[in-house]
């Protein structure tokens, strides 16, 4: 069992930078492949970046790819989201997720334990 708690979110002028924080409860954190999605008012929720174990492999959305980076640190049990030169258009909602994966690590299907959300609002 894994408990998933974001942190980190807030409003920011168009430009700016939030890091997404997401720190892990739980057994073997460090096994699990960690995602961060979001969620914009209407939409659906959007694959953003995943990390496999040991932070070995990082895979991203195009939309995202270049301004934002995703690490862990297991000796923390925690997982970031470090977003730059941020746009009106990643306003959401943003969920940190995690599994043992064995299906896609783009679909949250996939991903078997979730966060409550951050709020992430970008003004022009």
């Known amino acids: 069992q894994v408990q998933l708690v974001e942190s980190g979110g807030g409003l920011v002028q168009a430009g700016g930078s939030l890091r997404l924080s997401c720190e892990a409860s739980?057994?073997?954190?460090?096994?699990?492949?960690v995602a961060w999605f979001r969620q914009a008012p209407g939409k659906e929720r959007e694959f953003v970046a995943a990390i496999m174990m040991s932070g070995a492999n990082t895979y991203y959305a195009a939309s995202v790819k270049g301004r934002f980076t995703i690490s862990r640190d297991d000796a923390k049990n925690t997982v970031y989201l470090q977003m730059n030169s941020l746009k009106p258009e990643d306003t959401a909602v943003y969920y940190c997720a995690a599994a043992l994966i064995s299906g896609s690590l783009y679909s949250a299907n996939s991903y078997n334990y979730w966060g409550q959300g951050t709020q992430v609002t970008v003004s022009s």
């Open positions: 739980g057994r073997a954190f460090n096994t699990y492949t």
